[in-house]
């Protein structure tokens, strides 16, 4: 069993900047991909960055320029440093991990708001 421990929410002005962590414990699959989603009221739960055991990396389109997500694999922890945040990045973020096995197996986080005020 996999678990995933997030810190790094809070409260930031626009344009203010925040850095998610996310440590993963227990028997990991060494083929994985580290991620983070996030959701707001009202709105269905989406892909915010993501990141392969070999550090490729995808962003969704509304945070490519501010938001960088990085892994260190020897400690199985990923960041999300969030630059330039903006209202509409308010929500509450969720680590997720994927164990690139058959069936894939999903993990995810509790979950931390991130709000911001303009």
């Known amino acids: 069993q996999v678990q995933l421990v997030e810190s790094g929410g809070g409260l930031v002005q626009a344009g203010g900047s925040l850095r998610l962590s996310c440590a993963a414990s227990?028997?990991?699959?060494?083929?994985?991909?580290m991620g983070w989603y996030r959701q707001a009221p009202g709105k269905q739960r989406e892909l915010v960055a993501g990141i392969t055991s070999g550090r490729f990396t995808n962003y969704a389109d509304s945070v490519k320029g501010r938001f960088t997500i990085s892994r260190d694999n020897a400690k199985n922890t990923v960041y999300l440093q969030m630059n330039s945040l903006k209202p509409e990045d308010t929500a509450v973020y969720y680590c997720?991990?994927?164990?690139?096995?058959?069936?894939?197996?999903?993990?995810w986080g509790q979950g931390t708001q991130v709000t911001v005020s303009s």
């Open positions: 227990g028997s990991i699959f060494r083929g994985n991909v």
């Open positions: 997720n991990l994927k164990e690139l096995r058959t069936p894939i197996y999903d993990y």
